[in-house]
T-cell receptor
Framework: DAGVIQSPRHEVTEMGQEVTLRCKPISGHDYLFWYRQTMMRGLELLIYFNNNVPIDDSGMPEDRFSAKMPNASFSTLKIQPSEPRDSAVYFC??????????????FGPGTRLTVT | SQQGEEDPQALSIQEGENATMNCSYKTSINNLQWYRQNSGRGLVHLILIRSNEREKHSGRLRVTLDTSKKSSSLLITASRAADTASYFCATANSGYSTLTFGKGTMLLVSP
């Protein structure tokens, strides 16, 4: 398996532009997570899906952020309009729950976003 | 909010030495996991320990869990330069719940 795939790996954009990050989870995994990592705040969970349905988006910073999962093999995280404080590394992770409800998460390589 | 907090924030050792990292958390958990992150890469799952387990081994890794003290430790024996990375603990409060990650310990292993 290729693992979790994210694109692009790097994105540099100007403030006010729309940014779309993409993720392909591992086939068969029923959970998908979007995280943001910064030096100051560490790794923050933004939103997660179970069987393509958004379960908890309480970590999404504001209405400028939106995420979709139209099918089991694709998800997007969109920022519109982008701001310099959105600069971070964005990770997508997927997982499959075991019978006891625990699961390990498999992370993609991340997208490093720089908003100037 | 951060559930797990790793200690120390940074650790520098020589190849062949053992490295011990600690994680403390505040509320009851279902399981605790350790992840490794190499510079510029995504996190990689290392080991999961459930709340009813006290110790687990995987290769050169040994994890302990003390639920009475709400703490866990990760021991890497006979460290190698390739072990240089950041190590994160993550807790799940209940079954099927999400993980809350600490801020990590940066480990530097010098040849």
């Amino acid at each position: 398996d290729a693992g979790v795939i994210q694109s692009p790996r790097h994105e540099v954009t100007e403030m006010g532009q729309e940014v779309t990050l993409r993720c392909k989870p591992i086939s068969g995994h029923d959970y998908l997570f979007w995280y943001r990592q910064t030096m100051m705040r560490g790794l923050e969970l933004l939103i997660y899906f179970n069987n393509n349905v958004p379960i908890d988006d309480s970590g999404m910073p504001e209405d400028r952020f939106s995420a979709k999962m139209p099918n089991a093999s694709f998800s997007t995280l969109k920022i519109q309009p982008s701001e310099p404080r959105d600069s971070a590394v964005y990770f997508c992770a997927s997982g499959i729950a075991g019978t006891s409800g625990d699961y390990e998460q498999y992370f993609g390589p991340g997208t490093r976003l720089t908003v100037t | 909010s951060q559930q797990g907090e790793e200690d120390p924030q940074a650790l520098s050792i020589q190849e062949g030495e053992n490295a011990t990292m600690n994680c403390s958390y505040k509320t009851s958990i279902n399981n605790l996991q350790w992840y490794r992150q190499n510079s510029g890469r995504g996190l990689v799952h290392l080991i999961l320990i459930r709340s009813n387990e006290r110790e687990k081994h995987s290769g050169r890794l040994r994890v302990t869990l003390d639920t009475s003290k709400k703490s866990s430790s990760l021991l890497i024996t006979a460290s190698r330069a390739a072990d240089t990375a950041s190590y994160f603990c993550a807790t799940a409060n209940s079954g099927y719940s999400t993980l809350t990650f600490g801020k990590g310990t940066m480990l530097l292993v010098s040849p």
